[in-house]
């Protein structure tokens, strides 16, 4: 399988990048931090993995996705592509706010959209084979929460928009994801300094993740635990949310 990963230097993209590895994937990666992104490349061929192209690459930049996406395409024909590049909010000022909808939002939208550009062109027979866009998201776009309201809107767009997705494609065999996971460790868990209940390493929400996406199911929430508290708490009356916020520790 051709795969594309974006985000792919540290946490839930690189753990990813490292399982497709393992199946022998070509593999299309890029990041912000050159060095990472080179170490990730070396593993990848390490464990397996056909053939790695990394490219350092800030998702913000539509045309410069777009272009690199297109030119993947030419190398190889892509088949599952993750729309994973994403950043945590932190001190919820204007500049942190601004940077998290810039990158969770618009980055994933220059992502997907020459994505599905490119698997619209493919023929009908190439398509039902499966070509599939996944995009990660966050528990935590089940929101509204207190603890981190753009970093919570942003996760929630980008649920809302994967599965809307999801239903329009379906007609046109490209398959369409949403990724939920609690805490997994990266680089924004480890600046949390809150409680994580449920905490999971990233190689082992990788395989959650790669595992459901082969049997294509929509909605990738995990642990199930903190997919019902946050289910539950997004179906209370606001007034029961706000009061259940209140009593949620700060992030920072």
Do not use: H
């Not at 690199?68 to 001190?91: D, Q």
């Not at 939208?109 to 966050?138: H, M, W, Y």
Request: proline letters at 4%; glycine letters at 6%.
């Amino acid at each position: 399988m051709t795969t594309l990963i974006t985000g792919a230097s540290s946490g839930i993209g690189e753990a990813l990048a490292f399982e497709c590895a393992k199946r022998g994937d070509t593999l299309f990666l890029c990041g912000q931090n050159t060095e990472r992104l080179n170490g990730v490349l070396s593993i990848c061929k390490d464990l397996g993995a056909k053939n790695v192209y990394a490219k350092c690459l800030d998702v913000r930049d539509e045309e410069a996705t777009r272009t690199w996406i297109c030119e993947c395409e030419n190398i190889s024909p892509l088949e599952r592509i993750f729309a994973n590049a994403g950043v945590g909010t932190g001190i919820e000022d204007e500049e942190n706010v601004r940077k998290t909808f810039a990158v969770n939002v618009n980055g994933t939208v220059n992502t997907v959209l020459p994505a599905i550009t490119l698997f619209r062109k493919r023929k009908e027979s190439e398509r039902k084979k499966g070509l599939q866009i996944i995009i990660t998201a966050s528990i935590a776009g089940y929101g509204p929460l207190a603890s981190c309201p753009a970093y919570s809107a942003t996760k929630s767009c980008l649920k809302t928009w994967a599965l809307s997705l999801r239903g329009m494609l379906k007609d046109e065999n490209i398959k369409v994801s949403a990724i939920c996971p609690g805490f997994v460790r990266s680089r924004i868990t480890d600046r949390n300094k809150c409680p994580m209940p449920f905490f999971m390493e990233a190689d082992k929400a990788a395989k959650i993740i790669l595992s459901r996406a082969d049997r294509n199911i929509g909605l990738i929430a995990f642990p199930w635990p903190m997919r019902f508290a946050t289910w539950f708490l997004s179906t209370l009356p606001y007034r029961f949310n706000e009061l259940l916020n209140k009593l949620l520790p700060k992030k920072y």
